[in-house]
Protein backbone atom coordinates (compact mmCIF):
# COMPACT_ATOMS: atom_id res chain seq x y z
CA UNK A 1 0.00 0.00 0.00
CA UNK A 2 2.63 2.42 1.07
CA UNK A 3 4.36 1.84 -2.02
CA UNK A 4 1.40 2.27 -4.42
CA UNK A 5 0.97 5.69 -2.36
CA UNK A 6 4.85 6.57 -3.59
CA UNK A 7 4.78 5.65 -6.70
CA UNK A 8 1.49 7.98 -7.07
CA UNK A 9 3.56 10.66 -5.52
CA UNK A 10 5.77 10.48 -7.99
CA UNK A 11 3.95 10.01 -10.98
CA UNK A 12 2.56 13.71 -9.45
CA UNK A 13 5.86 15.01 -9.20
CA UNK A 14 6.58 16.48 -12.18
CA UNK A 15 2.69 18.48 -12.64
CA UNK A 16 3.75 19.59 -8.82
CA UNK A 17 7.08 20.88 -10.16
CA UNK A 18 5.83 22.88 -13.34
CA UNK A 19 2.63 23.87 -12.17
CA UNK A 20 3.12 24.56 -8.41
CA UNK A 21 6.75 24.79 -6.96
CA UNK A 22 8.39 25.92 -10.12
CA UNK A 23 6.80 28.96 -11.04
CA UNK A 24 6.00 29.93 -7.32
CA UNK A 25 10.19 29.64 -7.63
CA UNK A 26 10.63 31.24 -10.56
CA UNK A 27 8.12 34.70 -9.45
CA UNK A 28 10.18 35.06 -6.58
CA UNK A 29 13.42 35.15 -8.70
CA UNK A 30 11.88 37.48 -11.23
CA UNK A 31 11.00 39.28 -8.01
CA UNK A 32 14.08 39.36 -6.70
CA UNK A 33 16.17 40.77 -9.74
CA UNK A 34 13.18 43.56 -10.62
CA UNK A 35 14.44 44.95 -7.39
CA UNK A 36 18.16 44.56 -7.39
CA UNK A 37 17.58 46.30 -11.09
CA UNK A 38 16.09 49.25 -10.00
CA UNK A 39 17.54 50.62 -6.59
CA UNK A 40 16.66 54.40 -7.77
CA UNK A 41 13.25 53.36 -8.08
CA UNK A 42 10.02 52.81 -5.44
CA UNK A 43 8.89 49.37 -6.28
CA UNK A 44 6.67 47.60 -3.68
CA UNK A 45 4.95 44.53 -3.45
CA UNK A 46 2.52 44.73 -0.65
CA UNK A 47 2.43 40.82 0.02
CA UNK A 48 2.68 37.73 -2.09
CA UNK A 49 2.09 38.80 -6.16
CA UNK A 50 2.97 36.23 -9.09
CA UNK A 51 5.01 37.84 -11.72
CA UNK A 52 4.88 35.25 -14.78
CA UNK A 53 7.43 34.69 -17.55
CA UNK A 54 8.29 38.01 -19.42
CA UNK A 55 7.68 40.21 -16.26
CA UNK A 56 9.21 43.66 -17.24
CA UNK A 57 9.74 46.64 -16.21
CA UNK A 58 11.53 50.10 -17.55
CA UNK A 59 11.87 52.47 -14.71
CA UNK A 60 15.48 54.51 -15.66
CA UNK A 61 14.42 57.27 -13.70
CA UNK A 62 12.72 57.96 -9.75
CA UNK A 63 9.76 56.33 -10.94
CA UNK A 64 7.31 54.48 -8.40
CA UNK A 65 5.50 50.59 -9.29
CA UNK A 66 3.05 50.12 -6.07
CA UNK A 67 1.46 46.67 -5.51
CA UNK A 68 -1.41 45.21 -4.03
CA UNK A 69 -1.49 41.71 -2.95
CA UNK A 70 -2.23 38.83 -4.42
CA UNK A 71 -1.90 40.64 -7.89
CA UNK A 72 -1.14 38.31 -11.00
CA UNK A 73 0.53 39.24 -13.79
CA UNK A 74 0.28 36.01 -15.90
CA UNK A 75 2.69 36.17 -19.15
CA UNK A 76 4.71 39.52 -21.02
CA UNK A 77 3.66 41.99 -18.91
CA UNK A 78 5.70 45.42 -19.50
CA UNK A 79 5.42 48.45 -17.70
CA UNK A 80 7.19 51.64 -18.74
CA UNK A 81 7.07 54.29 -16.17
CA UNK A 82 8.50 58.21 -16.76
CA UNK A 83 10.66 60.43 -14.32
CA UNK A 84 8.05 61.36 -11.15
CA UNK A 85 5.46 58.60 -12.52
CA UNK A 86 3.38 56.42 -10.10
CA UNK A 87 1.41 53.03 -11.10
CA UNK A 88 -0.32 51.69 -8.39
CA UNK A 89 -2.33 48.32 -8.80
CA UNK A 90 -5.05 47.21 -6.02
CA UNK A 91 -4.84 43.91 -4.68
CA UNK A 92 -6.28 41.13 -6.20
CA UNK A 93 -6.17 41.80 -9.84
CA UNK A 94 -5.10 40.12 -12.81
CA UNK A 95 -3.46 40.88 -16.00
CA UNK A 96 -3.29 37.80 -18.18
CA UNK A 97 -1.45 38.24 -21.30
CA UNK A 98 0.47 40.38 -22.92
CA UNK A 99 -0.33 43.35 -21.31
CA UNK A 100 1.20 47.18 -21.47
CA UNK A 101 1.31 49.96 -19.32
CA UNK A 102 2.75 53.00 -20.35
CA UNK A 103 2.67 56.19 -17.86
CA UNK A 104 3.94 59.74 -17.43
CA UNK A 105 1.89 61.43 -14.83
CA UNK A 106 -0.17 58.60 -12.47
CA UNK A 107 -2.08 55.05 -13.58
CA UNK A 108 -4.12 53.99 -10.29
CA UNK A 109 -5.89 50.65 -10.81
CA UNK A 110 -8.12 49.34 -8.27
CA UNK A 111 -8.67 46.34 -6.20
CA UNK A 112 -10.20 43.40 -7.94
CA UNK A 113 -9.41 44.62 -11.77
CA UNK A 114 -9.50 42.18 -14.80
CA UNK A 115 -7.43 43.28 -17.82
CA UNK A 116 -7.46 40.75 -20.74
CA UNK A 117 -4.76 40.05 -23.23
CA UNK A 118 -3.34 42.50 -25.70
CA UNK A 119 -4.56 45.27 -23.71
CA UNK A 120 -2.69 48.98 -23.76
CA UNK A 121 -3.16 51.10 -20.65
CA UNK A 122 -1.90 54.24 -20.93
CA UNK A 123 -2.40 58.01 -19.27
CA UNK A 124 -1.63 60.16 -22.36
CA UNK A 125 -1.41 60.77 -26.38
CA UNK A 126 1.45 61.74 -28.85
CA UNK A 127 1.20 65.17 -29.85
CA UNK A 128 1.53 65.53 -33.83
CA UNK A 129 -0.10 68.81 -34.93
CA UNK A 130 3.27 71.27 -35.20
CA UNK A 131 4.66 70.50 -38.45
CA UNK A 132 7.79 71.87 -37.86
CA UNK A 133 8.63 68.97 -35.81
CA UNK A 134 8.34 64.82 -36.28
CA UNK A 135 5.37 63.53 -34.16
CA UNK A 136 7.88 61.53 -31.91
CA UNK A 137 9.94 65.30 -30.55
CA UNK A 138 6.19 66.62 -30.30
CA UNK A 139 6.14 65.10 -26.39
CA UNK A 140 2.55 64.11 -24.85
CA UNK A 141 -0.47 65.78 -23.49
CA UNK A 142 -1.06 63.63 -20.00
CA UNK A 143 -3.33 63.33 -17.65
CA UNK A 144 -4.02 61.14 -14.53
CA UNK A 145 -5.99 57.75 -15.17
CA UNK A 146 -8.03 55.69 -12.73
CA UNK A 147 -9.84 52.35 -12.96
CA UNK A 148 -12.35 52.14 -10.33
CA UNK A 149 -12.31 48.45 -8.26
CA UNK A 150 -13.80 45.30 -10.24
CA UNK A 151 -13.46 46.82 -13.54
CA UNK A 152 -13.14 44.29 -16.09
CA UNK A 153 -10.90 44.72 -19.56
CA UNK A 154 -11.48 42.33 -21.77
CA UNK A 155 -9.20 41.41 -24.81
CA UNK A 156 -7.15 43.78 -27.15
CA UNK A 157 -8.25 47.11 -26.01
CA UNK A 158 -6.46 50.44 -25.43
CA UNK A 159 -7.78 52.49 -22.15
CA UNK A 160 -6.91 56.58 -22.52
CA UNK A 161 -9.43 57.28 -19.93
CA UNK A 162 -10.92 56.71 -16.53
CA UNK A 163 -13.24 53.56 -15.57
CA UNK A 164 -15.43 53.32 -12.95
CA UNK A 165 -16.06 50.58 -10.07
CA UNK A 166 -17.44 47.33 -11.92
CA UNK A 167 -17.65 48.77 -15.08
CA UNK A 168 -17.13 45.99 -18.02
CA UNK A 169 -15.40 46.71 -21.28
CA UNK A 170 -16.16 45.01 -24.57
CA UNK A 171 -13.18 43.15 -26.43
CA UNK A 172 -11.38 45.75 -29.33
CA UNK A 173 -12.43 48.61 -27.34
CA UNK A 174 -10.76 52.12 -27.60
CA UNK A 175 -11.51 53.95 -24.14
CA UNK A 176 -10.96 57.81 -24.58
CA UNK A 177 -13.28 59.22 -22.56
CA UNK A 178 -14.67 58.31 -19.08
CA UNK A 179 -17.19 55.44 -18.97
CA UNK A 180 -19.42 55.38 -15.41
CA UNK A 181 -19.35 52.76 -13.18
CA UNK A 182 -21.74 49.69 -13.73
CA UNK A 183 -22.14 50.31 -17.74
CA UNK A 184 -21.06 48.09 -20.12
CA UNK A 185 -18.90 49.89 -23.15
CA UNK A 186 -17.55 48.85 -26.17
CA UNK A 187 -16.90 50.07 -29.76
CA UNK A 188 -14.32 52.86 -31.12
CA UNK A 189 -14.02 55.14 -29.92
CA UNK A 190 -16.45 53.14 -26.51
CA UNK A 191 -19.77 53.84 -25.87
CA UNK A 192 -21.82 52.68 -23.28
CA UNK A 193 -24.15 49.86 -24.23
CA UNK A 194 -25.84 48.73 -21.37
CA UNK A 195 -25.72 49.62 -17.50
CA UNK A 196 -26.37 47.18 -14.34
CA UNK A 197 -26.05 49.25 -11.90
CA UNK A 198 -27.98 50.88 -8.94
CA UNK A 199 -31.45 52.55 -10.64
CA UNK A 200 -30.94 55.81 -11.27
CA UNK A 201 -27.54 55.56 -12.25
CA UNK A 202 -27.71 55.31 -16.04
CA UNK A 203 -25.30 57.37 -18.35
CA UNK A 204 -26.94 59.84 -19.95
CA UNK A 205 -26.46 57.94 -23.41
CA UNK A 206 -28.76 55.29 -22.15
CA UNK A 207 -31.32 57.17 -20.92
CA UNK A 208 -34.59 57.76 -22.75
CA UNK A 209 -34.70 61.23 -24.29
CA UNK A 210 -36.94 63.13 -22.28
CA UNK A 211 -37.95 60.46 -20.28
CA UNK A 212 -38.41 59.93 -16.51
CA UNK A 213 -36.46 57.44 -14.01
CA UNK A 214 -39.26 54.92 -14.32
CA UNK A 215 -38.76 54.78 -18.12
CA UNK A 216 -34.98 55.15 -17.45
CA UNK A 217 -35.52 51.84 -15.87
CA UNK A 218 -37.89 50.44 -17.96
CA UNK A 219 -35.21 50.42 -20.68
CA UNK A 220 -32.63 49.28 -18.86
CA UNK A 221 -34.46 46.34 -17.62
CA UNK A 222 -35.71 45.24 -21.34
CA UNK A 223 -31.67 45.67 -22.56
CA UNK A 224 -30.64 43.46 -19.34
CA UNK A 225 -33.26 40.73 -21.08
Same mark, same amino acid.
Given at each position: ????????????????? @????????? &???????????????? %?? /?????????? /??????? +??????????? /???? /??????????????? @?????????????? &? %??? @?????????????????????? &??????????????? %??????????????????????????????? +???????????????????? +????????????? @???????????????
Amino acid at each position: MRARRGLSRLRLAPRKV @GYVWGPRVM &SWLRRRWVLLRHPHAT %IV /FQGPVYLGPG /FSLHIPG +PGEFIVGPGVE /FRRN /FRAEVADGARITIGG @GSVCTYDVLMQCGS &S %IEI @GERCMFGQSTLVVDGNHRFRDL &SKPMLAQGYDLRPLK %IEDDATVTTKCTIIAGIGRRAFIGANSVVVR +PIPAFTVAAGVPARPVDYFG +PPGGEPEELRSPG @GSDAEAEASRSERSG
